[in-house]
Nanobody
Framework: QVQLVESGGGSVQAGGFLKLSCVVS????????LAWFRQAPDTEREGVAL???????EYSDSVKGRFTISRDRAKNSVDLEMNTLELADTAVYYC???????????????????WGQGTQVTISS
């Protein structure tokens, strides 16, 4: 059974830093596609970062240069370090996975069969 459990959300001021973590069970974490998505109220879910089974990383334009995705095999987790946070980063953040070396569909959420429950990130001015 595949399970993804996020942690690390919270409230910070603009310009601050947060680190999200997602513990993955039931998948060979070092071999598969892992991603972070987010969804703000009244918006569609958008992909922000992914790492595939070959450690190729990709970021959305809105977070490039500020967010870093990484895989921690010791913790069986995929982490998202978020720097220089902006008001627009406020959203529920979800980790997602595919049982595939490559991230099929890139940031198309329908290609990801496995999802965590989400963690709230709130940025204030």
């Amino acid at each position: 059974q595949v399970q993804l459990v996020e942690s690390g959300g919270g409230s910070v001021q603009a310009g601050g830093f947060l680190k999200l973590s997602c513990v993955v069970s039931g998948l060979p974490i070092h071999k598969v596609c892992l991603a972070w998505f987010r969804q703000a109220p009244d918006t569609e879910r958008e992909g922000v970062a992914l790492i595939d089974g070959l450690n190729i990383k990709e970021y959305s334009d809105s977070v490039k240069g500020r967010f870093t995705i990484s895989r921690d095999r010791a913790k069986n987790s995929v982490d998202l370090e978020m720097n220089t946070l902006e008001l627009a980063d406020t959203a529920v953040y979800y980790c997602a996975a595919q049982d595939s070396v490559y991230c099929r569909g890139v940031f198309q959420s329908s290609y990801y069969p496995y999802w965590g429950q989400g963690t709230q990130v709130t940025i204030s001015s």
